[in-house]
C-alpha cells in the first residue's frame, strides 16, 4: 500500500534539501600555504558549512586547527600564522541534520610507527562498516564516527616501504566514493577512486602544485587549471615533483552526476565542461520535454537560475528574477511567538509581486526533495498574485538515496520515490509539474552526444557498487556518538 504524502507544515525541522558532504583543498610548495589553503577552502564553502580545517607540514612536524562553523568562522589570522610550512591541506565538512562533533572535523590526523599523516576525504565508504568491524577485533580504537579514519588504520597496518604504497595497499581495501589528499611531512597525494564518483583537480600556482574538489577554487588564488585527477589515479607531489599511478583495477567511469545538476559552482569547470553551460542546456531540454503556457519564467535562486534562463529561453518566453534571495540569513534566527507562515522560507526568499501579479509563472527549479519547501514557495507565488504556477524540475525524480558522499534523506523520506508526479503536483498545489527525464538529463550533461558515463542512482537506483548494510554497534558508530548524540559518517 502506498504511504501517504508527508504533511505539509509537520517538518520544519527536516531536511528538504541535497547537501554536499564536503570539499577538499591542497597546496605544496608555497610559503604561505596555510593561507592559500584558508582562500580555497572559502571558494569551496557550498560543499560543506559545518566545520573546516587545515593541516600544514613544515617538513619536519604537522600544524592542525578544526572548529565548527564557515570559514571565516574558523580561522583568523593568529591560527593561520601558526599553521607554518609550504604545504597544507584543508576540508571542509556538510551540515549534518542532527548534533556535530568537532572531533568529527578534517583534515584527520594521526601519528603512528612511521609518522605523521593527516587526510582530507570527500565521498562515503559503501564498506566502512565491514572495514570497522574487522579492524576494531583486531585491537583498532576509532575516535571518530567518519569512516575516513578507517583508511588511516588501514595505511598504519600496512607493511608497504614508502607511503603511496601504503596508501595504495589501504585504498585497494575500500569500496564506494573517495577523493582524498594525504599530507605527511614531505609529501602531498591526491587519489581519485576508480569511479571518480565525486570530482578533483589540480593546479598550478606559480611553482607550487594546488589540488581541489573544483577548479572554481583556483579562480580565486589565481592558479592554472591543469587539469583533472582522474578515477583511479594517484598523484604524489614533493619536492622532486609530480609523479602520477594508475594501481587500482579499471572500472566504468561513474561521476555523480548531480555535480552538474546541483552541487558545483557554476563557474566551475568539471569534465572539462562548464557547470553553467550545462545547467542552461538542462533547461533548454526540459522546456524541450515539458513546455508550459506562460507568461514568464523565474528561478528559485541561486541553484535553479541558469536552468530557468535555458527554459525561458528554448520556450521564448521573458526570464526574470521573481524571487530576491537574502544572502544575509545565519546559521540560526530568533522566530517571533506569535509564528510567521512559512518563516524559514520567507527568511531565505521574497516573491517580486510585479512580476508575479496577473501572470502565468513557471518556477524554475532543480530538484523537488521531500516536497515541502516546494509547496511553501508556491503557496508564495500565489499569494503574490499569479493566475497560475507551473512547475518545472531541471533533473528527473530523486526516488533513491545516495551512498557515495551526498548528504540524502531516507528512501521513506524521498516524495518521489512513493508517489507519483499528479500526486506531488496536488501536495505542493501548482497548476502544472513536470520533471525532466533520465535520457534528457544525461543528453544536457553530455552536450556533445558522447556518453561520458554519470552515476544516476538518486534517479534510477543503478547502484554502480552496493552499499552494504551494518554489521553491529561500533565503539564509536557510524551514525552517532556513545553519548547518543546523532551525527552521519564522513
Known sequence: MRSSVPAGEADSGSRDVFRDECGVFGVFGHSEAANITYLGLHALQHRGQE????????GLQLRSHRAMGLVQECFSARTIAELKGSAAIGHVRYSTAGASHVRNAQPF?????????????????????????????????????????????LIARSQGATLVERIIEALLRVEGAHSLLFLSDDRMVAVRDPHGFRPLCLGRLQKAWVVASESTAFDLIDAEF???????EVVSIDADGLRSFFPFPARSRRM????????????????????????????????????????????????????????AAEMGVPFEMGFIRSHYVGRTFIEPQQSIRHFGVRLKLNPV????????????????????TSRKIIRMVQAAGASEVHVRISSPPTRWPCYYGID????????????????????IGATSLAYLSIEGAHAAVDGNGADRGYC???????????????????????????????DRAQ
Open 109 to 153: 590526523t594521526v601519528q603512528y610507527a612511521r609518522g605523521w599523516i593527516a587526510v582530507a576525504h570527500n565521498g562515503n565508504l559503501t564498506n566502512a562498516d565491514d572495514l570497522r568491524t574487522e579492524l576494531e577485533e583486531e585491537g583498532s580504537i576509532f575516535q571518530s564516527s567518519m569512516d575516513t579514519e578507517a583508511i588511516v588504520h
Open 456 to 486: 544516476d542512482a538518486c534517479f534510477s537506483g543503478d547502484y554502480p557498487v552496493q552499499p552494504r548494510r551494518p554489521a553491529r554497534t561500533r565503539q564509536v558508530p557510524l551514525g552517532g556518538f556513545a553519548d547518543g548524540s546523532p
Open 226 to 232: 591543469v587539469r583533472e585527477v582522474l578515477p583511479g
Open 408 to 427: 540524502t534523506p531516507t528512501r521513506r523520506e524521498l516524495i518521489a520515490a512513493g508517489h507519483g508526479i499528479d500526486e506531488i503536483r496536488e501536495f
Open 51 to 58: 566545520s573546516a580545517g587545515i593541516v600544514s607540514s613544515d
Open 256 to 311: 555523480c552526476i548531480f555535480e552538474h545538476i546541483y552541487f558545483a559552482r557554476p563557474d566551475s569547470v568539471i569534465d572539462g565542461l562548464s557547470v553553467y553551460e550545462v545547467r542552461k542546456r538542462l533547461g533548454r531540454q526540459l522546456a524541450r520535454e515539458a513546455p508550459a503556457a506562460a507568461d514568464v519564467a523565474i528561478p528559485v535562486p541561486d541553484s535553479g537560475t541558469p536552468a530557468a534562463i535555458g527554459f
Open 353 to 372: 509581486r510585479a512580476i508575479l501579479r496577473g501572470r502565468r509563472v513557471v518556477v524554475v527549479d532543480d530538484s523537488i526533495v521531500r516536497g515541502t
